[in-house]
């Protein structure tokens, strides 16, 4: 099948298996993260040594960051898909084997890295126009519904049984490549490249001087960064607050407590897919600014119900933020350096944020800062960064009406 493709509905048989297959692997990412806490904790590793897992999958993004834009773009991406969800298979089965587990998970991430620009690039090709944004926020809520099902699911199998737990996370990635079967093999985006690495990276660089000189998508990229980077640490957060704030000492409450942040998500994407177009990306700021101020209230919580209440806010107002942003960036994205380059380059400032923002978490925990006190610290240096960005973003419009 052609490139042809994107003239088909929203809701086509292509889109459709793209979901499914999306849904099964970060389903498996999440089960697998918290199934994989819950080894670490079995196997007495120090706290500290929890943000340090995510950052050895992290790093594998940044470092694989000038490649896989390239193999999105040179292959069809369903393909792609498939073959990055087999890598995540096969560390899922290194964890499941008691082999070391961060040699596992960064296998995992390999597979996360090459995955990304292929299942946002490949909205682009089976989707256009406004109708992108309604295709980021199906893609976003089939992803929440996976962090929601997939994070609960990892922590109540790791408390009954551990090794079911990795068992359910090796089955949702093998469902996950048999359902990238199913996805139409569409015409490789830019075909016909070099596979140098040096020139490989030299492609990669200029895409990200392209983007970065662009205002639009310099300030895409900024804001998605700050976004993930600020949720991947606040996932771990989870982790070492709910003991103390809660007095709750099992694996299951930090994932239930991420399923309410998930379910947030899923209304705020659905809510930005109505309320917010290409030409108006503008209006999702004023949500970026209250993430920060709502995990400043979060962190001060003493009682679950407003401990998930403020959760679910947070992950509404982040729904609402981050999708615009993401159909921006991949919509002058694709017009520039390709759609498997705009996301790669994506994922190199969105990992290198959370890389930045997990060290200094876990060093600040090694240092023994309270989870209260870090959680109130990092809500008002994310409201403040968003708001410094929002300013930014207001400054250029206003350049670009003088001229």
Same mark, same amino acid.
């Given at each position: 099948?052609?490139?042809?493709?994107?003239?088909?509905?929203?809701?086509?048989?292509?889109?459709?298996?793209?979901?499914?297959?999306?849904?099964?692997?970060?389903?498996?990412?999440?089960?697998?993260?918290?199934?994989?806490?819950?080894?670490?904790?079995?196997?007495?590793?120090?706290?500290?040594?929890?943000?340090?897992?995510?950052?050895?999958?992290?790093?594998?993004?940044?470092?694989?960051?000038?490649?896989?834009?390239?193999?999105?773009?040179?292959?069809?991406? &369903?393909?792609?898909?498939?073959?990055?969800?087999?890598?995540?298979?096969?560390?899922?089965?290194?964890?499941?084997?008691?082999?070391?587990?961060?040699? @596992?998970?960064?296998?995992?991430?390999?597979?996360?890295?090459?995955?990304?620009?292929?299942?946002?690039?490949?909205?682009?090709?089976?989707? &256009?126009?406004?109708?992108?944004?309604?295709?980021?926020?199906?893609?976003?809520?089939?992803?929440?519904?996976?962090?929601?099902?997939?994070?609960?699911?990892? @922590?109540?199998?790791?408390?009954?049984?551990?090794?079911?737990?990795?068992?359910?996370?090796?089955?949702?990635?093998?469902?996950?490549?048999?359902?990238?079967?199913?996805?139409?093999?569409?015409?490789?985006?830019?075909?016909?490249?070099?596979?140098?690495?040096?020139?490989?990276?030299?492609?990669?660089?200029?895409?990200?001087?392209?983007?970065?000189?662009?205002?639009?998508?310099?300030?895409?990229?900024? @804001?998605?960064?700050?976004?993930?980077?600020?949720?991947?640490?606040?996932?771990?957060?989870?982790?070492?607050?709910?003991?103390?704030?809660?007095?709750?000492?099992?694996?299951?409450?930090?994932?239930?407590?991420?399923?309410?942040?998930?379910?947030?998500?899923?209304?705020?994407?659905?809510?930005?897919?109505?309320?917010?177009?290409?030409?108006?990306?503008?209006?999702?700021?004023?949500?970026?600014?209250?993430?920060?101020?709502?995990?400043?209230?979060?962190?001060?919580?003493?009682?679950?119900?407003?401990?998930?209440?403020?959760?679910?806010?947070?992950?509404?107002? @982040?729904?609402?933020?981050?999708?615009?942003?993401?159909?921006?960036?991949?919509?002058?994205?694709?017009?520039?350096?390709?759609?498997?380059?705009?996301?790669?380059?994506?994922?190199?400032?969105?990992?290198?944020?959370?890389?930045?923002?997990?060290?200094?978490?876990?060093?600040?925990?090694?240092?023994?800062?309270?989870?209260?006190?870090?959680?109130?610290?990092?809500?008002?240096?994310?409201?403040?960064?968003?708001?410094?960005?929002?300013?930014?973003?207001?400054?250029?419009?206003?350049?670009?009406?003088?001229?």
């Amino acid at each position: 099948m052609s490139n042809a493709a994107s003239n088909e509905g929203i809701m086509s048989r292509g889109m459709m298996a793209v979901i499914a297959a999306q849904f099964l692997s970060a389903f498996g990412d999440n089960a697998l993260l918290f199934a994989t806490l819950a080894v670490l904790k079995q196997q007495v590793y120090p706290d500290w040594s929890q943000p340090v897992l995510q950052m050895v999958f992290v790093a594998t993004y940044i470092i694989l960051a000038p490649f896989v834009g390239q193999i999105a773009d040179s292959f069809a991406k &369903g393909r792609v898909m498939m073959f990055a969800n087999a890598l995540k298979l096969l560390g899922a089965l290194v964890i499941c084997f008691g082999f070391n587990p961060f040699i @596992g998970y960064s296998l995992v991430g390999v597979g996360a890295a090459a995955y990304s620009p292929a299942k946002y690039g490949i909205l682009g090709e089976i989707s &256009g126009g406004e109708t992108l944004v309604k295709a980021n926020g199906l893609m976003e809520s089939s992803t929440i519904a996976a962090i929601l099902i997939g994070s609960v699911a990892g @922590g109540v199998l790791a408390d009954w049984n551990l090794l079911a737990a990795l068992i359910a996370c090796v089955l949702a990635y093998g469902l996950a490549v048999a359902a990238n079967l199913l996805i139409p093999t569409l015409s490789a985006a830019r075909p016909g490249q070099t596979w140098h690495p040096v020139q490989m990276s030299t492609t990669f660089f200029r895409a990200c001087r392209v983007l970065w000189r662009d205002g639009e998508t310099r300030f895409s990229l900024v @804001g998605t960064s700050l976004f993930w980077g600020a949720g991947v640490t606040l996932r771990f957060l989870l982790v070492l607050w709910v003991p103390v704030a809660l007095g709750i000492t099992d694996n299951k409450t930090p994932t239930l407590l991420n399923a309410m942040v998930a379910i947030g998500i899923v209304v705020g994407a659905g809510a930005a897919a109505k309320l917010v177009t290409l030409k108006t990306v503008g209006r999702c700021m004023p949500a970026g600014v209250l993430i920060g101020v709502a995990v400043v209230c979060f962190s001060l919580q003493h009682t679950a119900a407003g401990a998930y209440g403020l959760l679910i806010a947070i992950g509404a107002l @982040g729904g609402f933020f981050v999708v615009p942003l993401n159909a921006l960036l991949q919509m002058r994205g694709k017009e520039s350096v390709g759609a498997g380059n705009a996301i790669a380059v994506q994922n190199l400032g969105e990992n290198g944020a959370m890389l930045l923002m997990l060290g200094l978490y876990s060093l600040a925990i090694k240092l023994g800062s309270p989870p209260v006190a870090t959680g109130v610290g990092f809500g008002a240096l994310f409201a403040l960064a968003i708001a410094v960005l929002w300013g930014w973003q207001l400054a250029q419009k206003r350049t670009r009406v003088a001229r």
